[in-house]
């Protein structure tokens, strides 16, 4: 009973991944109800079993050609994911960076030869000749680094080799993807080349806090028990067709092995980053340069303020639109009953009357808008509300990612967690 449910499961992430599919299936019934409608008033039984047999056996053509689902049982599970298996192996690519002896994967997204990854395999590389990749059938191979983002942890490789000898892996739609949808990981954990390992998606929604101040979290990680260790970082996570929802990029482990906690962010949000770090070398990002604390009613207390919710502007970037346009973060430091912090002379309350209550609100609010936009920010100074008016720039590079490679500054147990 338990693995018909777990099949029935499989079965309906396959036809919702099945283009035309669901809408054969829906026209099929439609055309038997119409029959049925016609043959209402005959009393031929053969004529309504007719009808009835044909909806049945259309039902059934569409299963069949959507996978060869005919069968719901173990072996056919089994089979499919095999098949999978031996679709996209050749779309895996192994990446080394000697230098750091790290090891990682990438998966083939274009026919150009372009390589999706994660930032963190490659960040410790010193040049181009420093990656080292491979790809089934065809060993090791030139590549460069086309560029990275180390918001979104995606990094594009691009590699010399002719479109006819590429494998090109599909991506799926990742608004379809469901908890309990069959989840299939291939990469080269430790080192282990195109290992597959499966499970399911045991949640969707998370969020990664990001590792930039000024950057919006990344939302919508899809959350795995497929087993993943250091080295499956940048390669595919699939779907029950075979089709890339996910680049793998962490894992939560204590020892830093697989404890069935596996993430991966969203092959649109990584497509997305990837085809502008093509077209541009980096990620374009509209940027304010404010970074605070949120107010909550203790601190609002300590400090005198008359608001309860906010943020209290600790820091300024330099020469940022937030610097221009005057705002303040202070000096001095403020005693308080559990220790010490930053005097913030401004608190940002709203941006076009949105309203902020932390800096996760305040960088996606900034994130809505387009370089050259500009924005109305709602301020309390010295006990007054007050309006004033930014025109958003472009994230410096030096801070933002580019086509130099740049230090880790995540720790060395970030370093684990990212299974990479």
């Known amino acids: 009973m338990q693995n018909a449910r777990r099949e029935s499961l499989a079965l309906s992430g396959h036809l919702r991944e099945c283009e035309g599919c669901g809408a054969a299936i829906a026209e099929l019934m439609h055309l038997a109800r119409e029959k049925g409608r016609q043959e209402h008033h005959s ?16 039902i059934l053509a569409v299963m069949i050609l959507a996978g060869g689902f005919l069968s719901w049982s173990p072996q056919t599970t089994e089979a499919a994911v095999a098949r999978i298996y031996q679709q996209i192996r050749p779309a895996v690519a192994n990446i080394q960076v000697q230098s750091a002896g790290a ?15 994660s930032y963190h395999v490659v960040r410790d590389a010193q040049d181009d000749q420093n990656i080292v990749v491979g790809l089934p059938g065809l060993a090791q191979v030139p590549s460069k680094l086309i560029g990275y983002d180390s918001v979104a942890d995606v990094a594009v490789l691009q590699v010399d080799v002719p479109s006819d000898r590429l ?9 379809r ?26 949640a969707m929604g998370r969020r990664f806090k990001s ?19 250091p080295g499956n970082s940048g390669g595919p996570l699939l779907n029950a067709s075979g089709h890339v929802i996910g680049i793998n990029t962490r894992i939560e482990s204590p020892s830093g092995g697989s404890a069935g906690l596996g993430f991966a962010i969203p092959s649109n949000t990584s497509l997305e980053v990837a085809r502008e770090i093509i077209a541009r070398g980096y990620v374009q990002r509209p940027f304010l340069g404010v970074s605070g604390r949120p107010i909550d009613s203790g601190l609002a207390q300590d400090l005198n303020l008359f608001v309860d919710q906010g943020l209290l502007v600790q820091q ?3 020469n940022s639109p937030a610097a221009y346009a005057g ?3 202070g000096g001095g430091l403020i005693p308080l009953a559990y220790g010490e912090m930053a005097e913030g002379v401004d608190v940002i309350l709203s941006i076009d009357e949105q309203p902020v209550q932390n800096q996760s609100d305040l960088n996606r609010l900034v994130a809505q808008h387009a370089i050259g936009d500009r924005v109305t920010l709602g301020i309390l100074r010295n006990g007054r509300q007050l309006v004033v008016e930014v025109t958003l720039t ?16 995540e720790s060395r147990e970030r370093q684990v967690a990212g299974g990479g």
């Open 177 to 202: 993807v469901r908890v309990g949808d069959r989840a299939i990981a291939v990469g080269n954990p430790f080192g282990l080349s195109h290992t597959l390992t499966v499970g399911h998606i045991s």
């Open 167 to 175: 494998t090109v892996a599909r991506f799926g739609d990742v608004d």
């Open 394 to 409: 472009e994230r410096p590079l030096n801070d933002s990612g580019g086509q130099i490679l740049r230090a880790p500054t």
């Open 211 to 229: 590792n930039d101040p000024y950057v919006p979290d990344i939302e919508g990680v899809l959350q795995t028990d497929a087993a993943m260790n």
């Open 316 to 318: 300024v970037h330099p």
């Open 43 to 58: 009393d031929d039984s053969s004529t309504q079993h007719a009808v009835v047999m044909m909806g049945l056996a259309g």
């Open 103 to 117: 090891t990682g994967s990438g998966i083939v997204f274009d026919k150009d030869g372009y390589i999706l990854t």
């Open 327 to 329: 705002l303040k973060a």
